[in-house]
């Protein structure tokens, strides 16, 4: 049984940083794509950034191009996500997912396991 868990959320003051950590558990990562999405209340999950099952290619949402690094350590178990110059509009709950597969993809459909979500706050 696959399982994700997301830590690293909290509140931040805008211009700050915030790294957000995935452990993923049930499954050896290096074989799948994983992915950060986020959500806000009334709002569809969307898309944030996405890594290939190697790390060697990573893709990202216009809004958080320059700012925003996903990365992994599949030796670990882990993904990352850090955040530079949050703005308060990167305000929700941040999940991470992974998908089966090798390609990326910022298509919430194509992913097939997900955390649990953690809390980011951005004040201004």
């Known amino acids: 049984q696959v399982h994700l868990v997301e830590s690293g959320g909290g509140l931040v003051q805008a211009g700050g940083s915030l790294r957000l950590a995935c452990a993923a558990s049930g499954v050896t990562l290096g074989r799948d794509a994983m992915g950060w999405f986020r959500q806000t209340p009334g709002k569809e999950r969307e898309f944030v950034a996405t890594?290939?099952?190697?790390?060697?290619?990573?893709y990202y949402a216009e809004n958080v191009q320059g700012r925003f690094t996903i990365s992994r350590d599949n030796a670990k178990n882990l993904l990352f996500l850090q955040m530079n110059s949050l703005r308060p509009e990167d305000t929700a709950v941040y999940y991470c997912?992974?998908?089966?597969?090798?390609?990326?993809?910022?298509?919430?459909?194509?992913?097939?396991?997900w955390g649990q979500g953690t809390q980011v706050t951005v004040s201004s």
């Open positions: 890594i290939t099952y190697s790390g060697d290619a990573t």
């Open positions: 997912a992974l998908k089966i597969g090798m390609t990326a993809s910022a298509e919430r459909l194509d992913y097939d396991y």
